[in-house]
């Protein structure tokens, strides 16, 4: 899609309308569409002149076509636009495409020559206001710029049926006058208009619809006119001498005729149609039309008054162009101008994408954040890229990483570590496939500070979970489990000095007795830190108890000295004759300042290595009876 | 005194546990049972321990060790906080830096050693690509890391001037810019749109009309994006706009970071420009990052192969449906891609997890194939499409291949089984008899698995999650000493005690102070996967070797049942046996009825290193077949936490 319009639809061009492949052909896109309406009148054009609606031959394709804006009306939605199309097949459908709902656009997009192939030498809408002056707009679309001047009683008027508004000549002189130009002056050609005649008939002489010569009377150059004695098509023209050549059709009043005349001077062939319908074939000379400096015309006046008027009636859409039309040309522009709804047909509106913040919850600082932004509504060509903006639209983030928070533009997964409280900000930005772009603003809240969960409440059987599974029973006196004494994991075992020497309740153990046998050397091990001048020592040791769940001995290992850094101490308890259970005790003795962390405590049976290098094994055969 | 009248049978061979087997088929010496335990020619004993390499005190999910002319180093990643860490091993005292800041997406990196750089993908839980791809390199005395495919910028300098007369053509040219970053990488023309994508399109090169007779001086004037070391001009010819050269000599260095003036004078015919100018028209298709640098792909996995990088990554269609894709750079270019002709997809687009290169061959896994293709010398997307070298075998984990410090062979974790791989599959994997074992590896936790290599003790390891868990619990281990056959591999199943295993990796070991025969020995590396030290595997040498972090090693060995195979079926009295024996520590010692229906605890052992025992144990089993299970350094207080209820 193209880049920053935001709605697009489809133009298919019925192949069965198009009665030739053709190529460079200017469609005229014609009709009132509620969503060409500009916004402030409820539809979805941001440019009063329609400057935002643009047209391409592809939806991926950001490269325009040439088109020509004839009328816009932003009120109704009315258009008529002249698009070239580089082809159109009468095969299969040719679909192009139009844009439109771009905010930033100002400025028109199209290329007024560029859309009438370089056979055209004049092209003329004969619509509009002309700057004000209140003549219709005689400007020629071509590069050729074959402008021509409005005089007389000439006016726009609306007409049914044909393109926009078209000329209302009054026959009495009034037309159109192209200053002599010799991109006018060429031998094969041809030449295209819509007629409604209002007023011929009566008068002897003809009634000029176009001329590129001095007067009636034909000493150079040629004229097309309208008889008024017989109400034939009359075409003169002077090649050393008149030639004078009269169609077959008559025109009658309040009828609207497609008129085209082909002259192929090559050929000497003269070819004259009405609507999509070839009425005549005329043989000429082959001798070349003389021309002078002679002004164009369309629809009178001649020079020098001769003609006594002119015209009468409406005339639209006037066209000079180099080369013999052919049929194929001719009946489709009829088809075209004629019938435009049946000509093309419109799609529904291709939405594109809209990014979407997806509502990201708020977090919390130092707690783990994450966020998928969801895949953007409405369309679009995946894969879809993201990416953040400050707020203010200007540059983006760098790393796309917002208090810590980054985004990955592939995922659309946004995810960190919050690094302060507050309130953010920003803009997602989003790519689709195709580098058609959508951003939506959005914002998070980062709230205060981690809230340690509650210690478990010391005293009478509380705590956590001990060695093997158990619950450590863990008194009154100094004793907690903390997040803070956390070696690895979550919680480690704290106590802190209640000032004494001797400290009641010194020491917890577990409620997870240990099946054990005599003889056993139990390698037993926890690693402890120090804090605030933390002294005394800390020992790990079981208790032990015989079959009879009597309690036999209790044995320590205790650490010496008093690190700050979490060190581990180790050693050996042999299980004593008679023991079967095993309680592990942790207690702290002559803990005097500070505070202890204990945490990781662990037996293992004894260590050491071994290698086996044979086994000699005994046996018997089994006899029951032994 | 034994009976003398008693039958009696002697093993003086000890092998690897068969676990697949009925305990009846096992044949010994093969064993029913081996945990942390190693094979040497008639005896079976506790394997070494690991002891503390390095205390960086943190949690690593990937480590490499990058041997280069800037030294002997370690690379890991930090799982804490997604960040990337260097360690010099030789240093006196190895004190980790922090290469790539925490701000990564992932669960580990994958590493490829490009000489005096290292390039690095980053994959999550899923296997898939996580961060953008970044290259770690040495400049001005420190180690830096920049993404790949960094990108092309938005400054636009305007028109140069001709200072003096000179023999520029005259008439229209182009001219543009590249960037040369530290990383290595030349990236595509300078000025971009810096709408999108960076693509041809969005390339806004600057008119310049030579008037003929002139040189040209460009100034470009404006603040050089991080890792820019130099800007090189490129320039078109009149009569080819389209055709972008270097223009010789017309570069200048710069300084990234940094609002920096420099005016390159350049002097060049159109004729000389097309015959000396370096073709620069293929950079307008690079595939970089957009301006911003955002990343345009997220590869899971790099790796060499040949004068090529490969970067596995996903792609998707314009539908959103993801294909595996391998990005392959241009030779000796290693970020040089673009997307339509540096691609290598596997046929009906398939998934990959990831790659090796072998003997020329770059072989693709997927999760269940495996695919080959070779480098034709030309670009990727004109390679032969990739073969089929397997369709049931792949492997799920994006360190799920690996190839032997020799190049030679690889190895490939599949999902059913271990496999060593030398360009094809084997019958069976050397895994086959310890099926029950590796089929207890968390296939959904295929992130962590990893395999490394070390031939200098003949062993393959094999790092997973078993039994469900999500983080690596065990180490498989295989001694391919007598070969690579299912039936010759001996196994062993290593786990540590109070050390939760991160990562590993085969490292030269440079420390100092390190016991005689130790120093540059290579030797598998253990790395936490919580805050605690690095360790190395003991040698014979070490003062202490068998211990793990100053913790008992728990080994376990069960032989094979007495008598042998050919006895089956008969019911017999088991009296007793003679343990040829030595160590230190106590040895306990239970002998097992078939299939442990019974059991004799017998009299612990205290054990010897010199002389070693021969205690004689007395039991009294009445079954077909015997074990002797031989444990020491049991845990029979696995956690120690404290945590609430």
Redesign the interface.
């Known amino acids: 899609m193209a880049?920053g319009w935001l709605r697009a639809r489809a133009i298919t061009v019925d192949h069965t309308k198009v009665a030739a492949d053709l190529t460079n052909y200017a469609v005229l896109v014609n009709g009132t569409y509620s969503y060409l309406k500009t916004v402030a009148n409820g539809g979805h054009v941001r440019n009063t002149d329609g400057f935002d609606i643009i047209f391409t031959d592809s939806y991926n394709s950001?490269a325009k076509l040439d088109w020509e804006i004839e009328n816009y009306n932003p009120v109704t939605g009315n258009i008529q636009a002249w698009v070239r199309l580089p082809a159109v097949s009468s095969s299969v459908d040719t679909i192009f495409f139009m844009f439109y709902d771009n905010v930033s656009i100002s400025t028109f997009q199209g290329d007024v020559p560029g859309t009438w192939n370089s056979s055209f030498k004049g092209v003329y809408h004969l619509s509009g206001d002309q700057l004000g002056t209140g003549y219709a707009n005689t400007t020629d679309s071509t590069v050729n710029d074959n402008d021509g001047t409005p005089s007389g009683l000439l006016n726009e008027v609306s007409v049914v049926g044909i393109v926009d508004g078209g000329c209302l000549y009054s026959g009495a002189g009034d037309g159109i006058q192209v200053a002599a130009s010799a991109s006018l002056r060429i031998q094969d050609f041809s030449m295209s208009l819509w007629a409604i005649p209002q007023s011929i008939g009566g008068f002897g002489f003809g009634l000029p619809l176009a001329a590129e010569s001095a007067n009636a009377g034909i000493t150079s150059g040629w004229n097309l006119s309208v008889s008024g004695a017989d109400n034939k098509i009359k075409f003169r023209y002077f090649d050393g001498s008149a030639q004078l050549f009269s169609s077959t059709i008559t025109l009658t009043n309040g009828v609207t005729y497609f008129l085209t005349l082909t002259w192929n001077q090559t050929a000497g062939e003269l070819k004259i149609y009405n609507n999509n319908a070839l009425i005549d074939t005329v043989t000429t000379g082959t001798t070349p039309i003389t021309y002078s400096s002679d002004d164009f015309y369309i629809g009178g006046p001649l020079e020098g008054g001769i003609g006594i008027g002119g015209y009468g009636g409406i005339m639209d859409e006037f066209r000079f162009f180099s080369g013999v039309q052919a049929l194929g040309w001719i009946t489709t522009e009829y088809n075209n101008e004629f019938s435009p709804s049946t000509f093309y047909s419109v799609s529904d509106e291709i939405v594109p994408f809209q990014a979407d913040c997806g509502n990201p919850p708020d977090g919390t600082q130092g707690v783990f954040y994450t966020h998928t932004f969801p895949t953007p509504t409405g369309g679009g060509?995946?894969?879809f890229?993201f990416?953040l903006l400050t707020r203010d639209d200007t540059s983006?983030?760098?790393?796309?990483?917002i208090n810590?928070i980054?985004l990955?533009?592939?995922?659309g997964?946004w995810?960190?570590?919050p690094a302060a409280p507050g309130t953010y900000l920003f803009v997602l930005d989003v790519?689709d496939?195709l580098?058609v772009?959508s951003k939506v603003d959005c914002e998070i809240t980062i709230g205060g500070s981690i809230d340690p969960?509650n210690?478990?409440t010391p005293g009478g059987g509380?705590?956590?979970?001990?060695?093997?599974?158990g619950?450590?029973i863990i008194p009154n006196g100094g004793w907690s489990?903390t997040e803070a004494?956390a070696?690895?994991?979550?919680?480690?075992?704290q106590h802190t000095a209640d000032g004494s020497d001797a400290i009641a309740n010194n020491k917890i153990s577990s409620n997870n007795g240990?099946t054990?046998?005599a003889?056993?050397?139990?390698?037993?091990?926890?690693f402890i830190k120090g804090s605030g001048g933390a002294d005394g020592t800390v020992g790990i040791g079981f208790q032990f108890y015989d079959v009879n769940n009597i309690f036999l001995s209790e044995s320590y290992i205790f650490s010496s000295g008093s690190p700050t850094t979490w060190t581990?101490f180790?050693g050996n308890i042999t299980v004593p004759a008679g023991a079967v259970t095993a309680y592990?005790i942790v207690q702290v003795i002559e803990h005097r300042t500070g505070t202890w962390c204990?945490?990781?405590?662990?037996?293992?049976?004894?260590?050491?290595?071994?290698?086996?290098?044979?086994?000699?094994?005994?046996?018997?055969?089994?006899t029951s009876y032994? | 005194m034994v009976d003398p009248t008693y039958k009696n049978e002697l093993q003086a061979q000890f092998s690897g546990a068969w676990l697949l087997l009925d305990s009846t088929d096992v044949p010994r010496p093969h064993g029913l049972l081996s945990e942390n335990m190693e094979f040497i020619p008639g005896a079976a004993h506790t394997r070494l321990g690991f002891s503390e390499a390095v205390d960086t005190n943190e949690a690593i999910t990937s480590m490499f060790n990058w041997i280069s002319s800037l030294g002997n180093l370690l690379v890991y990643y930090r799982s804490s906080d997604n960040a990337v860490r260097l360690v010099d091993i030789e240093a006196v005292t190895p004190t980790a830096s922090t290469v790539i800041p925490g701000n990564l997406i992932g669960y580990a990196a994958s590493y490829a050693d490009a000489g005096a750089r290292l390039y690095l993908a980053f994959f999550n839980v899923n296997a898939l690509g996580a961060s953008a791809a970044r290259v770690i390199s040495f400049q001005s005395g420190g180690f830096v890391s920049d993404p790949c495919f960094q990108p092309p910028i938005v400054y636009s300098p305007g028109p140069p001037s001709e200072p003096t007369t000179g023999t520029i053509t005259q008439g229209l040219h182009y001219l543009g810019y590249r960037i040369e970053y530290r990383s290595g990488f030349l990236t595509r023309p300078s000025p971009d749109s810096g709408i999108g994508i960076p693509s041809v399109s969005t390339f806004l090169p600057e008119p310049f009309t030579a008037t003929g007779g002139a040189n040209a001086a460009w100034t470009l004037n404006t603040t050089w994006p991080d890792g820019a070391v130099a800007v090189h001009v490129i320039m078109t010819p009149v009569a080819n706009q389209a055709d972008w050269r270097f223009v010789p000599g017309a570069f200048a260095p710069v300084v990234g970071g940094t609002l920096m003036s420099v005016t390159i004078t350049f002097d060049i015919s159109d004729d000389l420009l097309f015959a000396n100018g370096t073709d620069a028209s293929p950079s307008l298709f690079f595939l970089t990052n957009t301006v911003s640098n955002a990343p345009q792909i997220l590869p899971s996995i790099v790796c060499t192969h040949g004068d090529r990088m490969c970067y596995v990554t996903v792609v998707s269609d314009n539908v959103g449906n993801n294909s595996g894709a391998v990005y392959i750079s241009n030779k000796n270019a290693y970020q040089e891609i673009s997307a339509d002709q540096s691609i290598v997809q596997l046929p009906g687009l398939r998934n990959i997890t990831t790659c090796i290169s072998l003997d020329a061959v770059l072989y693709i896994f997927g999760p269940q194939w495996t695919y080959r293709t070779t480098d034709n010398g030309s670009d990727p997307v004109t390679w032969a499409a990739p073969q089929l070298v397997d369709g049931r075998r792949g492997t799920l984990a994006p360190r799920g291949a690996c190839v032997s410090p020799s190049g030679t062979y690889g190895w490939v974790a599949s999902q059913d089984g271990l496999y060593y791989f030398p360009g094809v599959y084997q019958d069976l994997p050397i895994s086959y008899y310890q099926q029950p074992d590796w089929d207890r590896i968390n296939w959904n936790a295929e992130e962590a698995v990893d395999i490394k290599d070390n031939p200098t003790v003949k062993k393959v390891y094999v790092i997973a999650c078993l039994d469900g868990a999500e983080s690596p619990s065990h180490l498989l281990t295989w001694d391919y000493t007598n070969g690579y056959g299912s039936n010759q591999v001996q196994y062993s199943l290593d786990s540590l005690q109070s050390y939760e295993l991160g990562c590993m990796e085969v490292v030269k070991n440079g420390l100092q102070n390190m016991p005689v025969g130790v120093p540059q020995k290579r030797e598998l590396w253990l790395a936490p996967a919580n805050e605690s030290a690095i360790l190395r595997n003991n040698s014979n040498e070490d003062t202490d070797p068998y211990v793990d972090h100053g913790f008992p090693i728990f080994a376990n060995y069960e032989t094979g049942l007495f008598p042998r195979e050919g006895s089956r079926g008969e019911v017999y009295q088991h009296h007793g046996a003679d343990y040829r024996v030595k160590g230190d520590g106590t040895l306990r010692i239970i002998a097992y009825s078939l299939d442990h229906a019974q059991n004799y605890e017998c009299a612990i052992v205290t054990l010897s290193l010199q002389p070693g025992l021969i205690p004689h144990r007395s039991f009294d089993l009445i079954s077909e077949g015997v074990s002797h299970l031989f444990t020491q350094g049991e845990n029979i207080l696995p956690d120690g936490g404290f945590e609430t209820p």
């Open positions: 880049n950001s060509v995946p894969p890229f990416a983006y983030v760098p790393e796309d990483v810590n980054t990955n533009g592939i995922t997964v995810s960190g570590y790519f496939a580098s772009e969960p210690p478990p509380g705590g956590g979970t001990g060695p093997g599974g619950t450590w489990i004494c070696r690895q994991g979550h919680f480690g075992l240990l054990v046998v003889g056993w050397t139990l390698y037993t091990y926890l581990q180790t592990p204990i945490d990781d405590v662990y037996s293992v049976r004894s260590g050491g290595q071994f290698l086996i290098s044979s086994i000699k094994h005994y046996f018997d055969d089994y032994r």
